[in-house]
């Protein structure tokens, strides 16, 4: 089946106001950067968006875009903020999550990959002992009071685990290095990071590929991601990114 899309109205297609979009990337490497603009140009709001790797810090550009339209109403990560505390405080993002007026969820890295791993295999929820004797065992973490949930625990083999629910987006925006027409996918080094499980778990995975090939040229023991998790493919231009932004 040829999956590839040939416009972005096409590619971002179906998404409604009140989204839960994956994005994927570790921080500037392989952020989806075309979708995103897409978005913004599309107008859409209230929409959450569920992360990994702080991408939505790589696209400083486009973040700084959603805020200023105030699209976004939630961001799920687990490192959703500048590195600089004086640079963020003075930032709009972290400006309208200090006011409440964007909320931000945070979760342990491998828990959050667990997360959507979980949601991808039809697993409702899980035990981890990440966290265990901390804050995360208590509540989950938000800037949002009327939203913090004490989480249940259980002892396992003589430790204490914490609950944790699986995580199923509606879209996954993923940029890919390679698709093929049947959106089988290869990436570039850490521009795979949470790709792989955000695109099982969502209900519709969107791509933007730099390299677009016929099917059957990709060896099938180096596909990262299958075609079956892949909905739409878009090709796109490689794009630059200047690291100083985190």
Do not use: W
């Not at 297609?13 to 994927?24: L, N, P, Q």
């Not at 992360?51 to 959603?66: H, K, T």
């Not at 799920?76 to 600089?84: C, P, T, W």
């Not at 007026?101 to 035990?127: Q, S």
């Amino acid at each position: 089946m040829n999956k590839i899309v040939t416009n972005l109205e096409e590619a971002v297609a179906g998404i409604e106001d009140g989204a839960t979009i994956a994005i994927g990337g570790f921080f500037a490497a392989g952020v989806p950067r075309t979708l995103l603009k897409a978005i913004i140009e599309k107008g859409v709001t209230d929409l959450t968006l569920a992360c990994g790797s702080g991408p939505m810090l790589g696209a400083v550009n486009e973040l700084e875009e959603m805020v200023k339209n105030r699209q976004i109403k939630k961001v799920i990560d687990s490192y959703g903020l500048f590195r600089s505390a004086t640079k963020g405080s003075k930032h709009a993002f972290e400006q309208q999550i200090r006011a409440g007026e964007i909320e931000l969820e945070i979760y342990p890295m491998g828990t959050l990959a667990e997360k959507y791993r979980a949601g991808g295999a039809g697993i409702p929820a899980f035990f981890t002992p990440t966290g265990s004797g901390s804050i995360i065992e208590n509540t989950t973490l938000t800037n949002i009071d009327s939203n913090r949930k004490k989480k249940e625990t259980r002892e396992i083999d003589g430790q204490t685990c914490v609950l944790e629910y699986a995580l199923k987006p509606d879209f996954a925006f993923i940029h890919a290095h390679t698709s093929d027409y049947e959106g089988n996918l290869r990436y570039r080094k850490t521009a795979r990071s949470f790709n792989p499980v955000m695109a099982m778990a969502a209900r519709i995975t969107i791509v933007e590929a730099e390299n677009i090939v016929p099917a059957g040229e990709l060896d099938p023991d180096a596909i990262h991601t299958p075609g079956i998790f892949v909905q739409r493919v878009i090709k796109v231009p490689r794009t630059s990114f200047n690291i100083t932004n985190l």
